[in-house]
């Protein structure tokens, strides 16, 4: 072995990246949470009020999940032992996966490992190199995955523009198979897609309309069915992404719609294919979650209470907080030095807000994300906001 050989790392350029982050003041540690995800939490041996989860309606500790889990543990152990194509297929999940048909009123549903699973295993199956997509820039990461995956052609619209949408259908008219697709809710702005214009220019154009409702499920719609039950599109929206994952309190995503995509996904969507699918605890606790969603609706309306109240707060001490019209809300600093500074001093001051930086925004949009839950009490909400008024004023924010 020459000298060179031994002595060269081959991923030093992975050290000269880090450093250069830790430069730019965009180096993060990734917090550690002990004990439960809740309201208020202990991440690194701190207490803080926790607006960093997505666990919109505290259903991760909520008793009737925790005993379905424990008890699905018992019957049936802690794994499932195989991918669903094969071995893996129990039961529970082709229970759930009729639960969610039910709830999302379409004809069948699956159920796949995660959120991120579901968009980038749905988008590439279905659409291949000779269709096209027409995908919202602010779309989420496991669109854009497999959007790639897919090799179609992608054309990406401005955020939320419904005319630049109309205007690449009436020119792309001679693509065998078009899909249109959106978040229904952003994930780092928390504003909402045009769901009614956008469906009806995809329905008039012949295109594949399709919705990621990670950030939607249990938080919009009756009973928390999403973007297509709020806006009244039952039956237009052809493919219907959702987590369970967030507002759920569990882990999953699932695609609902009709039968035959169901069993086409069945048979074509690589990750439900070749990745062992959950564990009974996971799929029981979904179930049972489902159940609450159904039973507990006060659940919802203390998530809007809260997003009213605390969205409202940080609008009156004077952040700049986009267009969001859901319990997400960012407070954008613009710089990501100063995001991270602001998380870190919010961080120190008792409040758990995550910074956000590029490349997940742009470069000029970086900002702390809040996400208040039906389970915080006005009193931490006030706490967090006094803290955000004393930070912003000391970072010159505000
Ligand atoms: C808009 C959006 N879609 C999909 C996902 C992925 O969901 P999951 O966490 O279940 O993989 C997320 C979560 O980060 C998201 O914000």
Redesign the pocket.
Known sequence: MSRATETKNPLGFLDEAMAQLRADGLYRSLRVLDGEQKAEATFDHKDVINLSS?NYLGLTTHPKLREAALDAVKRLGVGSGSVRTIAGTMELHMELERRIAVFKKTEAAVVFQ????A?AGTVSSVLGKEDLILSDELN?A??IDGARLSRATIKVFPHKDVKALEKLLEETASFPRRLVIT?GV??MDGDVAPMREITSLARAHGAIMMV?D??ASGVLGKAGRGTVDHFDLHGQVDIQ?G????AMGV???YVAGSRALIEFLYHRARPFLFSTSHPPAVVAACIAAIDVLEQEPELIDRLWDNTRFFKAGLKALGFETGLSESPITPVIAGDGALAMKLSDRLFAEGVFAQGIAFPTVARDKARVRTIVTATHTRDELQFALDVFARVGRELGIR
């Not at 987590?243 to 967030?246: A, D, G």
């Open positions: 997505n995660s959120g991120f699973a968009n989420h496991s669109i978040d952003f994930s990621d990670a950030h992404v987590t369970l994952s967030k882990l999953g995503g």
